[in-house]
């Protein structure tokens, strides 16, 4: 994995008389929010991944260009006004190619880390609340699963029923929700025996109140920290399986694509043909990154700035 979140400080958000609680809830909040826009580093992971995010998706509504019909003419043309990134050995516009492979690659990054930490989150909340024998069980069922190299399961999935961005999303998903589920499950070991959560359970909360109510959202912070590292690794699988040719399949393509595409001709010169693709993911995943390491500073207590 890219990271890993930290065990944070919980904040207890039980309903009080006044609603305290929830204006120190929501002062934690803010306080958390003031650092992370302190570190210069997480505004350029932000600006950074809009930039990708609006390249990607309102790029093409601009830049239009045909990415459909081949144009052996100007088949590995470089640069120029009417191409800025040059065309493949296809004629086709890179730059188009560049827009049209971040999308699929941003789609699966965080459908994917969505799916994970949906399901890490309710699974590990489960069984950190539930406890004993059924606890151990259900992380020995992580412990199993982790032990299986996801990237051979993909393979063989992309080979034999191909590969989409809705395949490798659940595929992506389906095992990168563990990590997730020992943190949420880390986090609802050291909660559960709070004085809030043993007054909600005198109040006649039930497991399901406790964990919708109580204990998920005071483990927000190491959830939502997580995810940015999930979407990071999800476009770094995504690019090395399309490097390794079990991507997606044309029409679509990601950004592995490409890059596996221009190593045939990195050797004659042609740059623009893989240069842009690597920068793109570099870019991207450094991005995430940045993020996900500011907000666990932001969200840490114990290194947040006074």
Same mark, same amino acid.
């Not at 969505?114 to 699974?123: N, P």
């Not at 890059?259 to 690597?278: F, K, V």
């Given at each position: ?26 002062? %934690?909040?803010? =306080? ?9 580093? @997480? ?29 052996l003419s100007i ?8 191409? *800025? ?10 730059? %188009? ?22 399901? %890490? ?6 069984? &950190? *609340?539930?406890?004993?024998i059924a606890d151990?069980?259900l992380m020995r069922?992580?412990?199993? =699963? ?31 929700? *563990? ?6 499950? %880390? ?18 909360? &039930? ?50 694509? =490409? ?9 004659? &010169? ?23 390491? @500011? ?12």
């Amino acid at each position: 994995m890219s990271g890993t979140a930290p065990s944070l400080p919980p904040l207890d958000i039980a309903r009080a008389p006044g609603g305290g609680e929830v204006g120190s809830l929501q002062s %934690g909040w803010r =306080l958390a929010l003031r650092e992370f826009s302190r570190n210069r580093l @997480a505004v350029v992971g932000v600006a950074t991944l809009l930039f990708f995010v609006l390249f990607c998706f309102v790029g093409p509504l601009i830049y239009r260009v045909n990415l459909l019909n081949t144009n052996l003419s100007i088949a590995s043309s470089p640069p120029s006004a009417s191409h *800025l990134l040059g065309t493949d050995n296809e004629g086709i516009d890179v730059l %188009g190619e560049l827009m049209k492979g971040g999308q699929a690659a941003l789609e699966i990054g965080f459908f994917s880390a969505i799916m994970a930490i949906v399901i %890490g989150s309710l699974y590990g909340a489960i069984s &950190g *609340l539930v406890g004993g024998i059924a606890d151990s069980v259900l992380m020995r069922v992580v412990d199993v =699963l982790l032990s299986i190299p996801f990237l051979f399961v993909v393979l063989i999935v992309a080979v034999r029923y191909g590969a989409s961005v809705l395949s490798l999303s659940l595929i992506l998903g389906a095992f990168t929700w *563990l990590v997730p589920a020992r943190l949420v499950r %880390g986090e609802v070991l050291t909660l559960k025996v709070r004085d809030f959560v043993a007054a909600a359970r005198i109040a006649g909360s &039930g497991r399901w109140r406790l964990i919708n109510r109580h204990l998920l959202p005071n483990a927000f912070s190491v959830i939502i920290v997580n995810v940015t590292f999930n979407v990071a690794d999800a476009i770094l699988a995504v690019a090395y399986l399309g490097f390794l040719g079990f991507g997606l399949h044309y029409p679509n393509y990601d950004w592995g694509d =490409l890059l596996s595409n221009g190593t045939d001709y990195l050797q004659d &010169g042609y740059w623009w043909l893989i240069y842009p693709a690597g920068i793109c993911i570099v870019l991207t995943v450094m991005a995430c990154n940045l993020i996900g390491d @500011a907000l666990r500073d932001a969200l840490d207590v114990r290194v947040r700035r006074r």
